[in-house]
C-alpha cells in the first residue's frame, strides 16, 4: 500500500533469512539518499527473496529468464512521492560478495542503495550508466559507513 504521509516508510519483509542489522539507521539514511539526489520518497519496501522467487518475478513481469540480485519496480503516480517495491535475492547477493571479494555486509548495501538509485533516474544499461551507478554506489557507501 503506497504511503499518502509526508514522512518517508522504508520497509524490510524477509522471505528469505539474510543479516541486516541497523535497520532503523538504514530506514533514516535511504530517506536522506532520496533527499541529497532531490527526489521526494513516500514509501519504499524491500524483500529479501530466494534466487527462485525472484527468477519467478523476473519471468512474470519481465519476460526474463534469468537470475539477477535486484528488481526494482517504480509503483508511483507522475508528480507523486516515490513508492516502490524492491525485489533482493539474497542467493545473488551471497554470490556475488564472494566473486566480488567483498562482506555480505558491503554488497547488500550495495544492492539496497542500487535500487534506491534506479528509483532516483539513475541506470546500467550502457558502460557509460553503470560507471555513473558505480561511482553512486561508492558514494552512499561511504557516507554510510564512513
Do not use: W
Amino acid at each position: 500500500m503506497p504511503s499518502t504521509s509526508t514522512t518517508p516508510i522504508v520497509l524490510f519483509d524477509f522471505l528469505e533469512e539474510v543479516t541486516l542489522k541497523e535497520r532503523t539507521r538504514l530506514k533514516t539514511f535511504l530517506p536522506e539518499l532520496f533527499r541529497k539526489e532531490k527526489k521526494k520518497l513516500g514509501q519504499i519496501q524491500y524483500v529479501f527473496c530466494s534466487d527462485d522467487y525472484l527468477l519467478g518475478i523476473n519471468k512474470q513481469f519481465l519476460n526474463h529468464d534469468f537470475y539477477t540480485d535486484i528488481i526494482t519496480f517504480d509503483l508511483s503516480n507522475p508528480g507523486q512521492p516515490i513508492n516502490a517495491e524492491i525485489y533482493i535475492s539474497v542467493d545473488r547477493v551471497k554470490d556475488n560478495a564472494a566473486r566480488f571479494n567483498t562482506s555480505l555486509k558491503q554488497e547488500l548495501h550495495r544492492v539496497i542503495f542500487h535500487g534506491a538509485l534506479h528509483l532516483c533516474g539513475y541506470k546500467d544499461k550502457t558502460v557509460k550508466e553503470e560507471k555513473m551507478m558505480r561511482k553512486m554506489e561508492e558514494k552512499y557507501l561511504d557516507i554510510y559507513f564512513s
